[in-house]
């Protein structure tokens, strides 16, 4: 590989690993979303059993 | 527009822009012609669609700003702050994807003689302060307004900073799209995927942020109801 296709190569790397990040922290989002609306279903459960 | 119409449209773009981005690359590599001066030309095809897609999302942002700002409809507020997001993320990967391709090129990482770089750093600059402004204000109206204002203010930077590439006096920064030399039409066209496959990226991601951030704020207003 010469040097200019290693520059290539590391900037379209840059773009993966942003979107990687990004897919990342939308998984994070979501599993925390998911922890809350669980905790709510469990609230709004207790409510109507009691 | 409903919840389900907005995330199949996140889902749509999302496939779009991957199928745009794979065609668009694979078009840059193995049909367009290389450039005999640049062994790292190649990085054009992700540096200026990256460039051109964070000035279409600052654009936006400024436009849903806009909006809000003649109907006072606050849903205008969110859809102008995450266009902001967006072009704030495409503006770093530009600058860095930039910073590649000089670092190669020129020899440098950066360089403070060429305005064009400096005005886009100042954009990028700009456009991140814009969220220090919205964060150090209580949410409310008053909040939508100011950052509204805040985010027309910076669309006046976008056509300078486009310029000044093109009026720029010195061309270390090159100029490709141009007529004369023309641009070879294999290189042309694989730069169009890319861009719009950038751009398509950026629509999908757009529509998945805005879809994250109004769950976030269906989840408060439930929180507070069961509490």
């Known amino acids: 590989m010469t040097t200019g296709e290693k520059y290539v190569t590391a900037a379209y790397l840059v773009l993966l690993g942003a979107v990687l990040l990004y897919v990342a922290l939308i998984a994070m989002k979501l599993s925390r979303i998911e922890r809350e609306l669980d905790e ?4 709004a459960r207790e409510r109507a059993g009691g | 527009m ?3 119409l907005r995330n199949n449209g ?19 590599f193995f049909w367009a012609p290389e450039a005999q001066d640049d062994p790292a030309f190649r990085i054009f095809y992700l ?10 999302c600052f654009g936006w942002g400024g436009w849903k700003a806009l909006r809000l700002l003649w109907t006072r409809d606050e849903r205008y507020d969110l859809e102008s702050y995450v266009a902001i997001h967006m072009g704030v993320i495409f503006g770093l990967l530009a600058l860095v994807t930039g910073s ?22 100042v954009l990028f600059l700009f456009y991140s302060a814009y969220f220090m402004l919205r964060f150090s204000t209580p949410a409310g109206p008053r909040r939508a307004r100011t950052s509204a204002v805040y ?12 310029l000044a590439i093109r009026l720029a006096e010195r061309y270390i920064h090159p100029v490709v799209l141009t007529r004369d030399p023309k641009i070879e039409n294999e290189m042309l066209a694989s730069f169009g995927v890319c861009l719009a496959g950038m751009l398509t990226l950026a629509g999908a991601l757009y529509l998945v942020e805005l879809a994250g ?12 109801l069961v509490a």
């Open chain 2, 10 to 28: 996140a889902v749509l773009l999302s496939l779009l822009a991957a199928a745009l981005l794979v065609a668009g690359f694979a078009l840059a």
């Open chain 2, 151 to 162: 985010a027309l203010f910076g669309v006046a930077l976008i056509p300078v900073s486009f």
């Open chain 2, 100 to 121: 590649v391709w000089a670092r190669y090129t020129w020899g440098v990482w950066w360089t403070w003689d060429e305005r064009q770089l400096v005005l886009f750093l």
């Open chain 1, 40 to 43: 709510l279903a469990r609230l």
């Open chain 2, 47 to 56: 540096h200026v669609p990256v460039a051109l897609t964070a000035y279409a």
């Open chain 2, 2 to 4: 409903s919840t389900s």
């Open chain 2, 213 to 224: 951030k109004r769950a976030d704020a269906r989840l408060s207003e439930l929180r507070e």
